[in-house]
């Protein structure tokens, strides 16, 4: 893959309040689509999504209507439209977690949309009620372009990534509970989701799968980090070898990882990443005894027409 533009620094130390703020505005939106959607197999229907302008919700269906909900991140807004034409925005700039809130379950009432949620935060390492929260109030736009380019170039490598594999697989899914950008292949068999596991695991974990994806930190590990695994974990996969220079097995995660920051300084970032993506699905599907004949095929790129 051909390297165009230098990949973003991640500057958490003074953007870490953007970024956590930003989190808790995704899963306002996150707990909208939850309520205005359809449960779906392994809580497809909970994800957002990326576009060319920022992040946004799937198609919701509060009535006979359907309705978006983005985040433009390019002229920092939150953008509303309907099916019968009708659009809102809100201006995304310094404003508490509880005012956001507000703001847009006002938006949505006078939309005519009709949702309740619970408003406590989820997958946080100190859940907060997002409908009281004053202390997350940071909106700093340098911040949030860096994080958005850094997905946008990810997401190229890991769609990228798809084309090589003709099974079960997600799209390019950005969790707004854990605020991770990942893919999940799927080897067609159901596997036992964690005996310790809550509702959420139950649900996402009842197959074998391979994740790979990127995390931009949080409060407490404010380091970026790619990773990736194999569910359920396969034996002798902590001593398996995998690329790039620098990725490795985490006994404490349970997974590999290796840092955004090695990745962007790479010669060839994307290689890199690919490089990574490819080789801890190779290592943990190989460990697993998954048929790779009838799940793989050659990438797009390398298919003659």
Known sequence: MAQQTPWPALELDGCRDTLTTLH??????????????????G?????????PRGIASQVLWPDTRSLSIAFDLAVHQLRFELSDGTRRALLLEPRPVAGFYAAVMATLAELGVDVAIDPMSVETAAPVPLSTDTAHASYDRDCVAALFQAWTRVA??????RSGFCGRQTPVDLWWGTFDLSIVRYSGRQAS??????????VAMDAEQSLVGFWPGDETSPVPVFFAYTYPKPAGIDAAAVTPPGAQWSPEAGEFIVPYETIRRAADPARALLGFCE??????????????????????AERTS
Do not use: H
């Not at 290592?283 to 048929?291: E, I, P, Q, T, Y």
């Open 24 to 41: 808790l505005y995704a899963q306002v939106i996150g707990k909208v689509q939850l309520a205005l959607t359809a449960r779906q197999a």
């Open 43 to 51: 809580w497809a229907n909970a994800p957002l999504r990326l576009t």
């Open 156 to 161: 190229a490598v890991f769609d990228r990534f």
């Open 193 to 202: 989701p964690p005996f310790d596991g809550g509702a959420i695991e139950r």
């Open 279 to 300: 080789s801890t699905y190779a290592a943990g599907s190989r460990l697993a005894g998954w048929d790779r004949a009838a799940l793989e095929r050659r990438p797009a």
